[in-house]
């Protein structure tokens, strides 16, 4: 275990081409303190969880201090938002301090958000509002918890100075852990200001970091891009089978690892509904729960344009025809384990296709509708009927449901104990972390974030000593969302 003083940075991307980033320390803030700070993310880079009690620590990961070893910096990048180019973006409040190699060899980026105005910042204080970082740094976890990829979260620092949105607001400062913080707009800065040479070394870097294996290949640029669509198509299946909303699937949000990056306006869905975004800037819909799988192709079009000095572009397209297949076959198969079904025929598609219109249909809470299904046929399933209008076609449903069961002979508890697996009994509800939000940042109390954090490292069972140590009532968590509180939406602007 490392302490502060020996975390051991890296900096490879500080040995790039300086056109990459800006070379930038953190901006210092007075008083800086603690407002929760995740063990399981000190962990993954090694670091001795007591090190969040010293004081150094707020002081560190405030930014007010440079940790040994790290050169801080902001990444240069662009990228298309909302369908439109955007040539200026760029790290405007973000900086990367470097990496930490943890005792398995992975190395981790240590990068801040809301540490200070770069010269990426366009005017823009370089700071975030606690109750942005809060939404982040619990949903870089929350995710984890249900084995979705994605960037997570070390602590969040809060800083005493105001900073101005609609009205002054309480800031606070992130400390994100990523594998890496390459976008695919990182690529398309360079491609569309006539730099290729930028675009190849910034591919030889992602490829050395993450597919050392495919270095010496002739072809190693279309099976980097090749790989990167096919994370991205897991990625986005896995949000879908969760009624995961990322909010803006800019091409500067889209991380080349394929994990889930830079949380805004996110939210899960508490009823099916393809046509629900969390994100009230978003009129249009373009970013909506029926569109992410579209938006990724999207995307990866937009980046394998970039890319096309180094790929010919009729090898990208057909990578790209690869895209809708692969996302379809991994969605299908995650539906499946939601049922816990295995043989995936046209039976199983006129099934999912009946559920997904009755779930459309009916005040239905998504989540909990898959964690009570485990137990039909044999346990207390009334719970599952009560919320749809007419019983009559649930019932018909169901009577469907236990033919395909059956039709595989797999036991009861087996199959109940694979499904709660896949289907959380807790999620990350709107309601539940804007709760959190207003205790922080209305009465200075923490301790909701922490609960949260907690319950949500693993969302699949409950774990009766850990609740009551942390005061977690289970019941009032796994409950449908009131409905005063349904379809939240906040805007981009944090
Ligand atoms: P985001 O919505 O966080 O993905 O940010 C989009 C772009 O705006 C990125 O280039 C950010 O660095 C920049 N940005 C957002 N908020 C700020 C801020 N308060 N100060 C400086 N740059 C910002
Ligand atoms: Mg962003």
């Not at 969302?481 to 906040?490: A, E, K, R």
Request: charged residues 25%; hydrophobic residues 35%; negative net charge.
């Amino acid at each position: 275990m490392k302490n502060l003083d020996n975390l051991n940075f890296t900096n490879t991307f500080i040995d790039l081409s300086p056109e990459l980033y800006q070379a930038k320390s953190p901006d210092p803030v007075t008083e800086p303190y603690l407002i929760d700070f995740n063990p399981a993310g000190a962990k993954l880079i090694g670091l001795d969880p007591a090190e969040s009690e010293r004081q150094e620590f707020v002081e560190y990961f405030a930014g007010n201090k440079l940790l040994t070893g790290s050169k801080p910096l902001a990444m240069a990048y662009s990228g298309h938002q909302f369908g439109s180019y955007n040539p200026r973006l760029g790290d405007g409040r973000g900086i990367l301090l470097g990496e930490v190699t943890n005792g398995d060899g992975h190395k981790w980026d240590i990068h801040l958000k809301g540490a200070g105005p770069t010269r990426f910042a366009r005017g823009f204080d370089g700071r975030a509002t606690m109750r942005a970082s809060i939404r982040e740094y619990l949903a870089g976890e929350a995710l984890h918890g249900l084995n979705i990829p994605t960037t997570r979260s070390l602590a969040i620092i809060g800083i005493r100075d105001l900073i101005y949105r609609q009205t002054p607001e309480l800031a606070a400062v992130l400390v994100r852990i990523s594998d890496s913080h390459v976008r695919f707009g990182s690529f398309e800065l360079f491609h569309y200001t006539n730099n290729p040479n930028r675009v190849q070394e910034l591919a030889d870097h992602v490829i050395h970091h993450h597919h050392p294996d495919i270095e010496n290949e002739a072809d190693r640029y279309r099976i980097f891009f090749g790989r990167v669509l096919q994370k991205t198509a897991f990625l986005i299946a896995k949000w879908q089978a969760s009624g995961f909303v990322h909010g803006v699937m800019n091409t500067d949000n889209m991380c080349v690892t394929g994990v889930t990056f830079d949380y805004g306006p996110y939210g899960f869905i508490d009823r099916f509904d393809p046509g629900y975004t969390p994100n009230s800037s978003d009129t249009g819909g373009r970013y909506s729960l029926g569109k992410q799988a579209q938006i990724g192709y999207w995307n990866l079009s937009k980046w394998g344009e970039s890319l096309c000095h180094l790929v010919d572009p009729e090898d990208i397209m057909e990578e790209m025809a690869e895209y809708q297949p692969t996302y379809n076959k991994m969605y299908r198969d995650l539906i499946g384990q939601k049922l816990g079904l295995g043989v995936l025929d046209s039976e199983f598609t006129e099934l999912t296709g009946s559920l997904f219109q009755l779930l459309y249909d009916n005040p239905v809470d998504y989540t909990n509708f898959f964690r009570a299904l485990s137990h039909f046929p044999e346990g207390n399933y009334e719970g599952l009927i009560h919320a749809f209008s007419n019983r009559n076609e649930i019932e018909e449903w169901l009577n469907r449901y236990q033919r395909l069961i059956e039709r595989e002979d797999s036991p009861f508890e087996e199959r109940k104990e694979a499904m709660d697996g896949v289907n959380p009994k807790f999620i990350l509800r709107q309601y539940l972390l804007q709760n959190a939000i207003d205790k922080a940042v209305k009465e200075a109390d923490f301790s909701e974030i922490e609960r949260l954090r907690v319950l949500l490292e693993d969302p699949f069972r409950d774990r009766p000593e850990i609740f009551k140590k942390y005061n977690i009532d289970p019941d009032l968590y796994a409950s449908d969302t009131p409905d005063s509180l349904l379809g939240m939406q906040l805007s981009c602007s944090a």
